[in-house]
């Protein structure tokens, strides 16, 4: 199994919504990710969960929460989003910290988002 | 300068060509370097590591030059299927992989 699943595969939420992005892998990657990717644009580095504990927060608005209940589940809550926060959200694994380690990362097939 | 750059084409050649891309990188204390591909509307996944001796898969070459701070990716033959968006990765600064912004390939009959 080297899958990293991602739920919702869509979603369309109002400005006032509170919603939640969820994101599982069963490799025992130790390290999980989430990235922003808008069109035509790189994925963008959000958060970095390394041992289930928040290692890197690249300035990101409260708005965006995210939260990791185990070594295998990694959530991202949304509230009071922006259009502009519609984009692709990417979550991936890793089995250590991969910019430490030279691993390789394993995306899940993201969350196309649209804030109406 | 950006951590990381890439021409981001589009690079349009015939099937059977052989196209290349170059990647370049600020941060001289890079250790880690990727190459993965996106095809459209998909997750990024990974093509090939690039290691200091330059590597080999198939039709793909990857190449490390630190001197000059740019690695490298080769295709050989090329295939329809190669067509796809080559985002080249590089650990930065705060030790983080950082996307380059990508280079697209288009593979025509």
């Known amino acids: 199994d080297t899958e990293v699943t991602q739920t919702p595969k869509h979603l369309v939420m109002g400005m006032t919504n509170k919603k939640s992005l969820k994101c599982e892998q069963h490799m025992g990657h130790r390290a999980m990710y989430w990235y922003k990717q808008k069109a035509k644009k790189p994925p963008e580095l959000m958060f970095v969960y390394s041992y289930e504990k928040l290692s890197i927060n690249e300035s990101v608005p409260s708005r965006f929460s995210p939260e990791c209940p185990n070594s295998s589940l990694l959530n991202l809550h949304l509230h009071a989003l922006q259009p502009e926060d519609s984009a692709l959200y990417l979550c991936a694994s890793s089995p250590a910290p991969a910019a430490a380690t030279n691993e390789k990362l394993f995306f899940g097939s993201g969350t196309q988002l649209s804030v109406l | 300068r950006k951590e990381v750059e890439q021409d981001p084409g589009p690079f349009n050649v015939p099937e059977g060509a052989t196209v290349a891309f170059n990647c370049t990188y600020s941060?001289?204390?890079?250790?880690?370097f990727f190459w993965y591909r996106q095809d459209c509307r998909k997750e990024p996944k990974l093509l090939m590591s690039v290691y200091s001796s330059g590597n080999e898969d198939g039709r793909f070459t990857a190449q490390l030059n630190r001197a000059s701070q740019y690695i490298s990716l080769l295709i050989r033959d090329s295939k329809l299927s190669d067509s796809a968006t080559y985002l080249c990765v590089v650990t930065g600064g705060g030790n983080k992989l950082t996307f380059g912004t990508g280079t697209q390939l288009k593979v025509e009959l």
């Open positions: 941060n001289s204390a890079s250790q880690s």
